[in-house]
């Protein structure tokens, strides 16, 4: 009997020792990277680093304390070399202290995301992940009915983003108001990107929850549902373009599960042809495209801001200004660089160039070494493995990198902690994954199965 048709049997336990302390502490880090406006607003700078320090300290204590944990053996070299580099750029950077304490920042939230890989196995995430983003849309959709229904116009952050009795512009209200409305609306996120890519999360995780049986069937519909219509009001067409990444990606996973070599790479050339033929096609009609989606052809200004940042790369094409992840406020050459409608933005909204610009080429090559490797490995493991529990690493990976083209968020807060965390956790022992099944997923995947094979035993 082979590995594909070894029985499959998986208890979850969630009476493990600290399995409490340790999901209710992380589900917090979870909330506060991906919500951190909503924390912020709530109760300033200060009291959510107080969150952040708190929430990091109990996560350190806690995988310290679990002595099988070889997590940090499992770290791969190049993650070390991009965050060493990151650090060394404070060297020739053009504001060495901001470069020290952004790169103290980035191990800090690397740090959090080994835990996360040491402390939970892949199961374990998508739950955690599951509820975390739950909480959150649900609270933006009653955040907006207030708002729309009750407050019946924006609502201004309780600690102030800006100088001044009132905001100096709609950007820096908390919410619009805009439910019962034609605009994005924005949750408690503060930002409607924001809010599509929490949405896009979400349906990745509930979906897959829902084909694995992870919870109760009405949970996960009403979830999938609620994603939806969040990714829909939000209104970001750089999620269209990456929840589109993320169909295209399932498709070519689950079809080509247990074929041979030759029909397995003649799905990905096929597939890879098309989304260049996608991106051809945008390029030259990106008026109407961008008008589909509400948007100017110069994506509300990007294309001017990635030729501000091209000319930054180009003074500093090798080495780059020093590592900064978003920009800082006050830094030259930021300061200033890029104001939309009296609004000032600090990323080049395109991570691939921002780290070019920060670190230089050196940098950009191990970002991308990074990215390459991580992207194979979670498409072998969801490839070949027959749970459908293992595709939700690599669709939101490739969500997270089709985003990345219009948004700088993967370098900073629970993008870079998604990224570390995939990139981590995918080299762990194949002996800790769950037993394979005996067939292929797409004959099991419970949207159409008739029965399911694989039932779990929960204890709640």
């Given amino acids: 009997m082979n590995e594909l048709t070894r029985p499959i049997r998986v208890v979850f336990n969630t009476r493990e020792k600290g399995y409490r302390s340790k999901t209710w502490l992380a589900s917090l880090g979870v909330f506060t990277l991906m919500a951190g406006d909503a924390v912020r607003y709530s109760v300033g700078w200060i009291g959510w680093g107080i969150v952040l320090a708190v929430m990091l300290s109990g996560s350190l204590y806690l995988f310290a304390k679990d002595r099988n944990n070889n997590t940090l053996r499992e770290i791969p070299w190049f993650i070390w070399a991009l965050l060493g580099y990151m650090l060394l750029s404070a060297i020739w950077s053009a504001y060495t202290a901001v470069t020290v304490l952004?790169?103290?920042?980035?191990?800090?939230?690397?740090?959090?995301?080994?835990?996360?890989?040491?402390?939970?196995?892949?199961?374990?995430?998508?739950r955690l992940f599951a509820n975390v983003i739950r909480v959150i849309l649900g609270a933006s959709l009653i955040f907006e009915f207030v708002a729309a229904a009750i407050v019946k116009g924006p609502i201004a952050p309780i600690f102030k983003n800006y100088s001044g009795d009132e905001p100096p512009a709609m950007a820096y209200y908390w919410t619009q108001g805009n439910l019962f409305t034609d605009d994005r609306i924005q949750g408690i996120v503060g930002n409607s990107n924001l809010l599509a890519f929490a949405a896009m999360l979400g349906v990745?995780?509930?979906?897959?929850?829902?084909?694995?049986?992870?919870?109760?069937?009405?949970?996960?519909?009403?979830?999938?549902?609620?994603?939806?219509?969040?990714?829909?009001?939000?209104?970001?067409?750089?999620?269209?373009?990456?929840?589109?990444?993320?169909?295209?990606?399932?498709?070519?996973?689950?079809?080509?599960?247990g074929k041979d070599r030759e029909t397995r790479h003649r799905y990905y050339r096929i597939a890879w042809a098309s989304a260049g033929t996608v991106a051809i096609f945008t390029?030259?009609?990106?008026?109407?495209?961008?008008?589909?989606f509400?948007?100017?052809?110069?994506?509300?200004?990007?294309s001017g801001i990635w030729k501000l940042v091209l000319g930054l790369i180009e003074q500093r094409p090798w080495l780059g200004w020093g590592w900064t992840s978003h920009w800082v406020p006050g830094v030259e050459p930021y300061e200033?660089?890029?104001?939309?409608?009296?609004?000032?933005?600090?990323?080049?909204?395109?991570?691939?160039?921002?780290?070019?610009?920060?670190?230089?080429?050196?940098?950009?090559?191990?970002?991308a070494i990074l990215l390459l490797v991580t992207f194979v490995k979670l498409w072998r493991?969801?490839?070949?493995?027959?749970?459908?529990?293992?595709?939700?690493?690599?669709?939101?990976?490739?969500?997270?990198g089709v985003w990345s083209l219009t948004e700088s968020r993967m370098l900073i807060e629970i993008g870079w902690v998604l990224l570390m965390l995939f990139a981590i956790k995918v080299n762990e022992s194949p002996?800790?994954?769950?037993p394979k099944g005996?067939?292929?997923?797409?004959?099991r995947i419970a949207f159409w199965a008739k029965k399911p094979v694989l039932k779990l035993k929960q204890k709640d």
């Fill in 102 to 126: 952004a790169a103290v920042t980035q191990i800090a939230t690397t740090a959090f995301a080994v835990v996360l890989a040491g402390l939970f196995s892949w199961r374990h995430l998508l």
């Fill in 431 to 434: 002996e800790l994954l769950e």
């Fill in 336 to 367: 200033g660089l890029v104001v939309i409608k009296n609004v000032p933005y600090y990323q080049a909204h395109n991570a691939y160039l921002d780290v070019w610009m920060q670190l230089g080429i050196i940098g950009a090559i191990l970002f």
């Fill in 283 to 292: 390029l030259f009609y990106r008026a109407e495209v961008f008008e589909f």
């Fill in 381 to 400: 493991l969801a490839v070949r493995h027959t749970s459908a529990l293992y595709l939700w690493p690599i669709l939101i990976f490739m969500g997270l």
């Fill in 204 to 257: 990745v995780i509930f979906a897959v929850e829902y084909a694995i049986i992870a919870t109760k069937r009405w949970v996960s519909i009403t979830s999938i549902l609620m994603a939806l219509y969040c990714v829909y009001a939000a209104k970001s067409a750089g999620i269209g373009f990456a929840m589109a990444a993320i169909a295209v990606s399932a498709i070519v996973s689950i079809s080509a599960e």
């Fill in 294 to 302: 509400g948007k100017s052809p110069d994506m509300t200004g990007r």
């Fill in 438 to 443: 005996r067939s292929a997923k797409r004959t």
